[in-house]
Each structure stands twice: as structure tokens, then as C-alpha cells.
């Protein structure tokens, strides 16, 4: 194997992996399987402390492929969303707030909607703090200054009133990994 070349494992060969695993073979015999040192397969095991990771399922209540194909049909052939949800039997709300997040009536695309459905379901997702750099400095700023997450809160409503983007709720646990940055933080409840 050449040094520096990292080529991953697809998903029938993970899924491959960790039946091998399953089975009791060695690191060396799995990774002799796909071409890969034991350390990388090592590496892939680890990171789910050894235990197979669960079978990802769709919930029930979320639009399926063949619903998406249907809402895509139906936009072509001119029909409203209200026709449309009727005869997914689904409320029109639903119909409605697909085909909106999925770019409208005209970039409406079952496939691709299905495929940024599946992927935006990822779990963990990662805090609006750790994605907006000015509103965690923001909020860190507050925090410093002895401010509790309540009060950092409406302090951003109140000068960021049409900006949606510059909310963060004190209870959200964005403020739980922020208010480590003070050592001695505490909550606003006083004994």
C-alpha cells in the first residue's frame, strides 16, 4: 500500500468490517481484506469505541422518495400544492415547506431533495455558535463581562431585531460550551 494514500472505505466494505469484527478476526485479517493496515482499520473501530454503529432509519413521518417523486410530478403538471398534499394525504403544510426549502416550484427536484433531506437528519449537528464567528464573539463578550445567558439573550433581540440570524435562547446548550470559556461562570439563579 502506498505511503499517504488514504482511500476510504465505502459502505459495503464498512459494513463488511464490522461483521468481520463481529466475527472475532484480527485487526491484521481485516485489514489484509481491503487492502489497509491494521492501524487504519484500528483507527475505524475506535472511533465507535469498538461497538457497530446502528442502522440509520428514517422516521416515518418524514417525506420518502417516492413522496418527493410525486410532489415533482405534480409541480410539472401544473397542479397546486393544495391537490398536491391531498393526494400525498399529507397537510399541506408539509408539501408546502418541502417544496420551499428545496428551492420552489421551478428548481424543485425529488432526488436532490431527498439527498439534502438524508443528509441535514446527520446527527450531531454542530452549534450555532461554533458556525457564526461574530455572534460567538459576540455572546463570549457578554459572557465575560458577567452577564448570564438570559441577559445576553435579550441583549441580542434588542439590538439585532430583524436579524433572525443573531438569536441564540439561553436555554440552548450553545451557552453550556461557550460559558466554559470563563472559568467561574455561574448561573443566573442566585442561593
Not at 37 to 57: C, D, K, M, N, Y
Request: proline letters at 4%; charged letters at 30%; one cysteine or more.
Amino acid at each position: 500500500m502506498a505511503q499517504g494514500k488514504r482511500d476510504r472505505l465505502s459502505t459495503e466494505q464498512r459494513t463488511d468490517m464490522w461483521r468481520r469484527w463481529k466475527a472475532g478476526e484480527s485487526l491484521h485479517e481485516i485489514g489484509g481484506a481491503f487492502g489497509k493496515g491494521h492501524g487504519s482499520i484500528r483507527f475505524l473501530l475506535t472511533q465507535r469505541g469498538g461497538i457497530v454503529p446502528v442502522a440509520r432509519r428514517r422516521s416515518l413521518r418524514t417525506l420518502t422518495l417516492a413522496e418527493r417523486e410525486d410532489i415533482s410530478r405534480g409541480i410539472a403538471s401544473g397542479s397546486s400544492i393544495r391537490e398536491i398534499a391531498h393526494g400525498l394525504q399529507r397537510p399541506v403544510s408539509t408539501v408546502s415547506r418541502e417544496v420551499r426549502r428545496h428551492g420552489g416550484r421551478p428548481l424543485y427536484r425529488a432526488n436532490e431533495a431527498d439527498h439534502q433531506a438524508w443528509e441535514s437528519a446527520l446527527r450531531p449537528k454542530l452549534c450555532l455558535l461554533a458556525i457564526d464567528q461574530k455572534l460567538r464573539t459576540i455572546v463570549a463578550s457578554k459572557l465575560i463581562l458577567d452577564g448570564s445567558p438570559e441577559q445576553t439573550s435579550k441583549w441580542l433581540k434588542v439590538h439585532y431585531p430583524s436579524n433572525e440570524s443573531m438569536r441564540v435562547s439561553h436555554e440552548n446548550s450553545d451557552f453550556t460550551g461557550i460559558s466554559g470559556l470563563r472559568p467561574g461562570w455561574r448561573s443566573t439563579t442566585r442561593d
